[in-house]
């Protein structure tokens, strides 16, 4: 729903989330190219960013979406369209027949799931597949870790995934997360060939996943495409991809103003949303929001921590609510506007009503450059998410 057009970026109140078409069209333009040159088809993962008022503009250059729920795999079909895949962890027996109305293909997350819905999927001609985990990973973070110890994402044992090889057409693989080097994705890809490789021989299709950071400058996409377009002809497959955080990297911002100021050995500055309930994914991760922007004017500040270096806090009651700590040419004072950037994936779909703070409207940078307020939010929205 577009609830203003053309409205000018100042008038609009804080916070905001402030979405640049042209930023996301830069890095689908890169899928597109690597999908042309590998053979290979990209879905866009819900989970990282499901702001459907942008789908538009999307759509030309993936081939469908990538779902983890009922919600999402609804949502890709009725407002994406294209290949619609179906994910989740676990499917409970009362959603099945409702994902089984969107899906395409569905993944199961584990042979149980697999002997429990297959012939319900069978019966409707959607084609089946099953998660591997190859137990090795591009990962930094174990909390983001699908090989971490333990792990419940996916079937490991290559003699049971073998026994139910007649009902599956194809296997889903995630294994990376934010992972910029070529190189280690190849040698996990290399390694997961050794482990399953006799298996693909006998499949028709496989998704390598998301988290293969291939927008970032200098990622040689020509030999990712290479390698794609190989493992494609070696083993007969349709690869699938599924970028989430690749296809709307640096595509947003969330856009704040300064509430009050204070002194606690260190400048402090108080502003009007907060990083758990509008930018949860840093505080998860232990990261600074980089702030991109003071008064409309861009700027480049990352983590760093001075004498004099200013804290930026959220208004939420929690103490850490710390968007990041900066070293700034000039204090920044009261009524000035703070842009956080990387506020699109993770971000927006995560974003709740901790303490009650105002969640941030919706606004949209269309590729001619007009502004359009997507979304508001309001105390009815608030009190509806409670009771
Ligand atoms: C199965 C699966 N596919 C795709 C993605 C998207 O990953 P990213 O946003 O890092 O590209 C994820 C992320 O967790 C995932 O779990």
């Not at 979405?19 to 088809?41: F, P, T, Y």
Request: glycine share 6%; charged share 20%; proline share 4%.
């Amino acid at each position: 729903m577009v609830i203003h057009k053309n409205t000018d970026l100042k008038t609009i109140p804080t916070p905001y989330y402030l979405l640049d078409e042209s930023a996301i069209v830069r890095n689908l333009k890169i899928i597109k190219q690597l999908c042309d040159d590998s053979g290979a088809k990209a879905l866009l993962a819900l989970k990282c960013f499901a702001t459907w008022g942008v789908f538009d503009v999307m759509k030309p250059y993936l081939h469908g979406t990538t779902s983890s729920s009922l919600n999402e795999v609804r949502l890709g079909k009725e407002e994406f369209g294209g290949e619609t895949h179906a994910y989740s962890v676990a499917y409970s027996p009362n959603e099945i027949d409702e994902v089984l109305v969107y899906a395409d293909k569905i993944i199961f997350n584990s042979l149980n799931q697999l002997a429990a819905f297959k012939d319900k999927a069978a019966a409707k001609n959607i084609a089946v597949g099953l998660r591997l985990n190859p137990k090795i990973s591009n990962s930094e973070f174990i909390i983001a870790d699908p090989a971490r110890p333990y792990s419940r994402l996916g079937e490991h044992d290559l003699i049971k995934i073998e026994a139910v090889l007649a009902d599956i057409t194809g296997v889903m693989i995630h294994n990376n997360c934010e992972n910029d080097s070529f190189d280690a994705f190849s040698a996990s890809l290399a390694a997961i060939e050794q482990k399953f490789g006799n298996i693909f021989y006998k499949l028709e299709w496989i998704s390598l996943g998301g988290g293969i950071h291939f927008i970032t400058a200098n990622y040689p996409v020509d030999k990712l495409a290479k390698r794609l377009k190989d493992f494609s002809q070696k083993y007969g497959v349709q690869v699938y991809l599924e970028p989430g955080e690749a296809s709307i990297h640096q595509a947003a911002s969330l856009v704040t103003t300064v509430l009050d100021t204070l002194y606690n050995g260190k400048p402090l500055v108080v502003v009007d949303a907060s990083i758990e309930a509008h930018m949860l994914d840093l505080l998860v991760y232990r990261e600074t929001a980089p702030l991109v922007a003071i008064n409309n004017v861009p700027c480049k500040h990352t983590q760093s921590e001075t004498e004099n270096s200013t804290i930026v806090y959220g208004k939420s009651c929690l103490a850490g609510d710390i968007f990041g700590e900066y070293a700034l040419a000039e204090p920044v004072k009261i009524g000035d506007t703070l842009a956080f950037g990387n506020a699109a994936g993770y971000t927006m779909v995560k974003k709740n009503w901790f303490n009650g703070v105002d969640m941030p409207s919706i606004v949209i940078k269309r590729l001619d450059g007009s502004i359009e307020v997507q979304q508001t939010f309001s105390y009815s929205d608030y009190k509806a998410s409670l009771s």
